[in-house]
């Protein structure tokens, strides 16, 4: 588990210096975690694989793959610099550790952007990736939406909105395999030696007090495959924009309170 927001990360995006650190964003003295810490970072992730450890879960509370959000930002500021995109020489040493030692079975775990994605973990621009297949990637990022947050889209956006953002996102954005900006809610993880699945959930609604969730989408890795098992969510999710498959609506969710099943109607989502 990094921390990414508080020890010693170098000057961030505040958004009143957004040029500024747009500037400086791929300076090689910048780091998102300090010295000491990246050190320990990379230290930790060798010993992990050379004990013969299957798994290296990531947690770095913002999102690490680059990511092409000018549909919303703008042209001029179009990447989301708190986020690793605004320590990318950070990024490039991590992901160089990670090929170069040949160190696999990667899972990074995100959180803060009010969003669920998940994406094929590569080092665009160095290494050949191929967003069909997934080959070329050294491992999987999940990142998950808040719980009552509003959707980076805006409070009370419609989910036919938010999916259309989603659609652009997943479109100028290679590597990243799925997006949802409407749903509130959770994912879980299932680890075995052999696979490791990722359940996302979503909540119809946290305007009242209940216990309804939706299963939007499911992720499975194989282990060694280092990306993820196509089709991607079996070719079919709830919500959002899936690469290569469609999404398919029924608004089916669960009372958790009493494990029934019905069809929900919510029409706010947030407040």
């Known amino acids: 588990m990094l921390d990414t927001r508080q020890y010693d990360r170098s000057i961030t995006d505040l958004y009143w210096n957004t040029d500024y650190v747009h500037a400086i964003s791929n300076d090689a003295s910048r780091s998102l975690m300090g010295s000491h810490q990246e050190s320990w970072f990379y230290n930790t992730l060798t010993k992990s694989s050379k004990r013969g450890a299957t798994w290296r879960l990531i947690g770095s509370q913002i999102i690490f793959s680059h990511m092409n959000l000018s549909l919303g930002l703008g042209d001029e500021n179009p990447l989301n610099y708190d986020a690793w995109d605004g320590y990318q020489a950070n990024r490039n040493r991590t992901l160089n550790h990670l090929y170069?030692?040949?160190?696999?079975?990667?899972?990074?775990?995100?959180?803060?952007?009010?969003?669920?994605?998940?994406?094929?973990?590569?080092?665009?621009?160095?290494?050949?990736?191929?967003?069909?297949?997934?080959?070329?990637?050294?491992?999987?990022?999940?990142?998950?939406?808040?719980?009552?947050?509003?959707?980076?889209?805006?409070?009370?956006?419609?989910?036919?909105?938010?999916?259309?953002?989603?659609?652009?996102?997943?479109?100028?954005?290679?590597?990243?395999?799925?997006?949802?900006?409407?749903?509130?809610?959770?994912?879980?993880?299932?680890?075995?030696?052999?696979?490791?699945?990722?359940?996302?959930?979503?909540?119809?609604?946290?305007?009242?007090?209940?216990?309804?969730?939706?299963?939007?989408?499911?992720?499975?890795?194989?282990?060694?495959?280092?990306?993820?098992?196509?089709?991607?969510?079996?070719?079919?999710?709830?919500?959002?924009s899936l690469k290569g498959?469609?999404?398919?609506?029924?608004?089916?969710?669960?009372?958790t309170n009493n494990g029934t099943w019905f069809v929900s109607h919510a029409d706010l989502a947030v407040l």
């Open 100 to 240: 170069e030692n040949e160190i696999g079975n990667n899972i990074f775990l995100a959180g803060d952007s009010h969003a669920s994605w998940v994406s094929d973990l590569v080092w665009l621009g160095e290494k050949n990736y191929n967003s069909t297949t997934g080959s070329g990637a050294i491992g999987v990022e999940f990142g998950g939406s808040g719980v009552t947050s509003p959707s980076p889209a805006g409070a009370n956006i419609s989910i036919a909105n938010a999916n259309k953002f989603s659609s652009w996102i997943v479109g100028a954005n290679p590597e990243l395999q799925w997006q949802d900006m409407y749903y509130r809610g959770y994912y879980e993880l299932h680890l075995s030696h052999d696979e490791m699945e990722a359940n996302y959930f979503g909540l119809p609604t946290v305007v009242s007090r209940n216990g309804w969730e939706i299963p939007i989408a499911n992720f499975t890795v194989k282990s060694g495959a280092n990306k993820l098992q196509r089709p991607v969510a079996g070719g079919v999710v709830e919500s959002g």
């Open 245 to 255: 498959g469609k999404v398919d609506q029924g608004n089916v969710t669960v009372d």
